[in-house]
């Protein structure tokens, strides 16, 4: 079946420092990707989404590229913020489904000033 | 636009009690979703409803029913609440677009159940 595995929090940084949270997908098919968010006592954001291999995602200085060769997604930021700390959640989507958004488990992220 | 709603925000039950989530959404989605959100274990589908008085299961159903009378209420309803289901439950909705469904969900703030 369809599935998403991502690294496991939580991760601690420094401001400024680079960030990576890897993610890969298993699925048959051709599924879009995505990267939500999830601040303190709130839902789930899209942060941001990619739709077929090459593509790249972009957002508030994140960016992660659809990789089908390895399958994976992994997400990236230059020079993170203390407002970066949040759980953030790599998921697929197939064209076809009508309900199934698949979510990772989450990797939490807090941010050092 | 308020968005995706749920009332309440938190609630305290007994084994055994029975209670019902609301989730409202005032964008016209056509798609709506119940997720519940465990530690370590993401978000999994519940129920779901693809259009007004339509519902179908989700990956962990059991325990839980919904209905979807109005096109913009999507309800959960636990009948006999167990400590299993202590959990935080989202609500999202999707949206067609001429016709196609398109592949974002958005998401509400979140209901925190315990049950003791």
């Known amino acids: 079946g369809n599935s998403v595995t991502q690294m496991e929090g939580p991760v601690t940084l420094s401001e400024e420092a680079f960030l990576t949270i890897n993610c890969t997908y298993t699925?048959?098919?051709?599924?879009?990707l995505f990267w939500y968010v999830q601040y303190p006592g709130e839902g789930l954001q899209l942060l941001l989404k990619?739709?077929?291999?090459?593509d790249k995602g972009s957002n508030k200085g994140f960016e992660a590229t659809y990789r089908k060769e390895t399958t994976s997604f992994h997400l990236e930021k230059g020079s993170v913020q203390v407002s970066d700390s949040a759980v953030y959640f790599c998921?697929?989507?197939?064209?076809?489904?009508?309900?199934?958004?698949?979510f990772g488990s989450g990797t939490r992220l807090s941010i050092r000033p | 636009n308020a968005g995706v709603t749920q009332t309440p925000k938190f609630r305290v039950l007994k084994t055994g009690q029975s209670m019902t989530l609301l989730c409202a959404q005032d964008?016209?989605?056509?798609?709506m979703y119940w997720y519940r959100q465990d530690p370590g274990m993401g978000l999994r589908l519940i129920h779901y409803?693809?259009?007004?008085?339509?519902?179908a299961k989700g990956e962990v159903p059991d325990g839980y029913n919904v209905s979807r009378l109005k096109k913009q209420n999507f309800l959960l309803g636990l009948e006999s609440a167990a400590p299993s289901q202590t959990s935080v439950y989202f609500c999202?909705?999707?949206?067609?677009?001429?016709?196609?469904?398109?592949?974002?969900?958005?998401f509400g703030p979140g209901t925190r159940l315990t049950v003791l």
């Open positions: 998921a697929l989507s197939m064209y076809s489904s009508a309900s199934k958004i698949i």
């Open positions: 990619a739709t077929k291999a090459d």
């Open positions: 409803s693809v259009g007004e008085g339509t519902t």
């Open positions: 999202a909705s999707r949206p067609l677009k001429d016709r196609v469904l398109l592949d974002t969900q958005y």
């Open positions: 699925a048959t098919g051709y599924p879009s």
């Open positions: 964008m016209n989605h056509e798609y």
